[in-house]
């Protein structure tokens, strides 16, 4: 059975996607069977992977129960996309009341069977669709810059995630606080000391470091390892797959 995790932060430009594709890559070569999904209507991880205007996308899973239309990326790795429509379907599901909340989660149930990893790209908000991910996820990962701000929206999601375990008994796991566009700043260093104070053993010890390869593998529509396989980021995704296994004790 599938681990089904959601990568999260309200705010954009923190890494969520770059890191869904990359660890997503990285477990695949280390033997694991992952799907992605994309629940952002910028469709951002779509695109990355050259999928710009899918006929079929997670849309019409949501809003009309429709099955969920995988793209083989390569053998092992596949992707739920999302397009443009799906920022209407906000309104859509709150209209559904309760039931609208939890169409994700039905409609990976099915799929569970099929892979060891489904990693879930959210969108840059903690609205309905966010929390379709984390009702369908087992745990989440939460990615952050480290700059000073980051550290008031972490209280925001952690508080979100408690909620919905007490709320709906859920048992929902904080796997970790990822770190990502590290630079060898003070401020960098001075918030991660911050947040090992106040949430010990959160973070994971891999921390991905900033590098202009994230940008040019981007632009070539490529994961990290494909465009360069010895870069640093790789190197670090390729870490921070490991330490997913092993908190998962998956190794
Ligand atoms: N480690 C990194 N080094 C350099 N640039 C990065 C790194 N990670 C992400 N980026 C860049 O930062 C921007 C935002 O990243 P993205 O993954 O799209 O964030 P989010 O999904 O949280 O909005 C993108 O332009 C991406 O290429
Ligand atoms: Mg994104």
């Not at 205007?53 to 239309?69: K, R």
């Not at 309905?128 to 008031?152: D, F, G, R, W």
């Amino acid at each position: 059975m599938a681990h089904i995790l959601s990568l999260v932060n309200h705010k954009g430009g923190v890494g969520k996607t770059t890191s869904t594709l990359n660890l997503g890559k990285a477990l695949v070569r280390q033997g694991q069977k992952v799907l992605l999904v994309d629940i952002d209507p910028q469709a951002n991880l779509s695109q990355s992977v050259g999928m710009d205007n899918p006929p079929q996308s997670i849309y019409e899973v949501l809003c009309e129960g429709a099955p969920p239309p995988l793209v083989e990326i390569a053998p092992g790795f596949a992707l739920l996309p999302a397009e443009l429509s799906l920022s209407t379907a906000e309104g859509k599901l709150i209209s559904e009341a309760v039931t609208g909340y939890f169409k994700l989660q039905n409609a990976l149930q099915a799929l569970q069977s099929q892979y060891d990893f489904i990693l879930i790209d959210c969108p840059p908000s903690l609205g309905i669709l966010t929390i379709n991910a984390l009702l369908a996820s087992q745990a989440l990962v939460i990615v952050v810059e480290p700059q000073y701000l980051a550290i008031k929206g972490l209280q925001t999601i952690i508080e979100l995630y408690t909620r919905l375990n007490q709320s709906l008994g859920k048992d929902l796991r904080l796997l970790g606080l990822l770190f990502t566009q590290f630079n060898r700043t003070v401020v960098s260093k001075n918030i991660m000391d911050q947040v090992q104070q106040r949430y010990p053993g959160l973070a994971f010890d891999t921390v991905i470091r900033q590098s202009v390869k994230i940008t040019e593998a981007s632009a070539m529509k490529q994961d990290i390892f494909t465009y360069e396989a010895d870069s640093s980021p790789a190197q670090d995704y390729a870490a921070l797959g490991s330490e997913v296994l092993q908190r998962l004790n998956k190794n």
